[in-house]
């Protein structure tokens, strides 16, 4: 018997008061998303807390335990409401300190003059972790046990994502498949229920859409790990949507 | 002496497998935290879980219990995928059935033979709750205690949103002043922090923006309840820059 496929999963923390305020539009939980699906991670939950040092910590240390990997994004500038590495180490149950790996990387864009207490802020690593290169700003990220702590800039966060992803351990990867259904979702419901309790492997879901067509543009997605199953089910559901069209149109 | 400003806080609970795999980029988060900061809520945890019972009911207790409202988004619809209703009706302690009010504003839409098993299930609604009227595809949400279920489609549960927030209480609308900072930010983080020790009723946040001016693109927001004292911060930030930027021109 083979044994059975890995699952890996993984959670997001987004730190930040500006997420919550509504100024900044998060744009690093789709990202993340899509970027995790496509190397075989399953990301099964997200969290928005702010800048506050008992959220943070509660936070990292209930999605730490409960799933593989956690992602957390934003915090970790030079000023005062940048208090993300401080909370992950305490979470950890680690001590924190100015970190010589992160002032290098730092030196190598600024002069040391310039490094002010502030700016040190930034090499403020947990102990025992491993630095996430940042190649936009200097300032690095960090891993550690099975936390990663990224910046909240989109294109460094990204850039981030990237260097850290390479030391993870990934799982089968989640096939999908999306089908057009030119039909109201009533109209297919029951028959897609039905498919869908024949194929626990697979998870079907419908999602409508209500732009100039009227709820008419719905898309059903197909997801699962085995292709051939995927397939299977696949046709199946092409099949109803062709027979329901096909009863509806006027004859 | 006048009593304290009420502070009325809400949760968001996203409900939706669609989101965690990135297929679907989410709109709500945003538009929902916008839109509570400006009628005087504040938003002060988001959660993303996927469509599985236990999550949901437990997310939804989480966030009913600690926070004055909780909005829900996502799986109000006709297919098997969609069983928020009766996760909020599990966590909050009721029955739930076919809704007789529900089925009157699904018979707007359509004759009383399209109305399936499937189509019924948008009718289901707990024991006890009020409706909240869809303009867009007559199928409701509804608030039942202090959760409000919104739908996931974005034009949908925006119209839901403007239909049930006026029943809302709400609380000292908090007022921004969002400042320009071309400098980078570890050249005034010092400064900042000064300001805000000696403010402990503004929140003061620097968002660094990493374009084409390298990192000095940064925004400073202060947020707070007084106007006034919002006033003397954002003044003393403004003094700061000021002088910082003037430092630092070629004499």
Request: glycine residues 8%; negative net charge.
């Amino acid at each position: 018997m083979q044994p059975a496929p890995k699952t890996i999963t993984a959670a997001i923390l987004v730190i930040g008061d500006e997420i919550l305020s509504g100024r900044t539009k998060d744009q690093n939980i789709g990202f993340i998303a899509e970027y995790l699906t496509r190397i075989g991670i399953e990301l099964r939950e997200v969290r928005v807390v702010p800048d506050i040092e008992e959220e943070i910590v509660a936070g990292v240390q209930a999605l730490s335990t409960r799933y593989t990997y956690l992602f957390t994004t934003g915090g970790i500038g030079p000023t005062h409401d940048d208090i993300t590495a401080d909370c992950v180490a305490k979470a950890m149950g680690v001590s924190i300190d100015v970190d010589e790996r992160a002032v290098e990387l730092l030196l190598t864009r600024m002069k040391r003059s310039d490094l002010n207490e502030m700016r040190l802020r930034m090499c403020r690593i947990p102990k025992g972790a491993d630095l996430i290169l940042n190649p936009i700003s200097a300032a690095p990220g960090f891993k550690i046990g099975n936390v990663m702590v990224l910046a909240g800039v989109p294109r460094i966060m990204q850039a981030m994502l990237d260097n850290v992803a390479q030391t993870l351990e990934t799982g089968v990867k989640i096939q999908s498949v999306s089908l057009d259904a030119p039909l109201p979702e009533g109209v297919y419901a029951a028959g897609l229920m039905a498919i869908a309790a024949q194929y626990a492997d697979v998870s079907i879901g419908s999602y409508p859409s209500f732009g100039t067509a009227g709820g008419r543009n719905n898309q059903i997605v197909l997801r699962g790990k085995d292709e051939a199953l995927l397939a299977k089910a696949s046709d199946d559901v092409r099949a109803l949507i062709a027979q329901l069209v096909a009863e509806r149109a006027p004859s």
